[in-house]
């Protein structure tokens, strides 16, 4: 198996593609964390069916009244084996590392985001992603807000060899395997003041690359739609609890990464 076939190495690091937001031009005020574009000093902590996650975030000055910027690290994956339930959790090492850097335009309701995202596996070695995209909020429609999104990104890691048997070995050198573009939508349904849900379909397909990455790099395929669903609770202004799942046109709702989330915002 290599690399490009394989959902939990390659496409868990790039089917969540996270987003920014212009909720105010003033970090001191609470931002409405129903907005997939609020930017805010936060940390969170979850816990998956592959075990733990930690999320910290800070707002920063980007020397411009009209523009917002963020950064924010994830650990995720960590004490899977004590935790996790689902049997997913192989281990209580660390699956993954993600750092984002987040910047808005409060002009005109448009987001950029840098992803960078590192996975951990025995099977075949350290992998990653790295993705720049942009995100646009539309004018709310009743309930509705609508955030479509565009990117692009490339995939890397350690060098895979295939052996007789199909089993990929990772090398002690590193290479860039291919491109990849997203192309999707942010969707929140406002419920009640304090409920709200979530819907977010990404498709992704290669661009360039080896032609293993490009035939098969998504899921055995050049393409591949993925999903996203959250229902999340405002216990006050500055604190959430979420669950959030994701699955693919491949990969069915059960089978799919579970998470339960708690958010607070400084």
Known sequence: MTILQSKKTFLALICSVGVVGA???????????????????????????????LKIGQTYDTGSDTTMGMNIIEIKGFAGEAVGWNGRGADDSIDSIRYRNFGVDLTNGRGSQVDVNLGFSKDVGTQGTASYSFIQALPKMGPFNFYPLAGLGAAFGETLDTDRQGSGQAQDRWDIHGTFYVAGMYGKLEVTDQIWINYNPMYMGTVSGSDTFKDSGMEGDDAVLMHEAAISYQINPRSTVRYFANWSENTNFSNGDHRIEYNYQF
Request: no cysteine; aromatic share 6%.
């Open 23 to 53: 909720a105010s031009a003033s970090d001191s005020e609470v931002q409405d964390m129903s907005d997939p574009l609020a930017v805010y000093t936060q940390a969170g902590a979850g816990y998956t069916d592959k075990g733990l996650n």
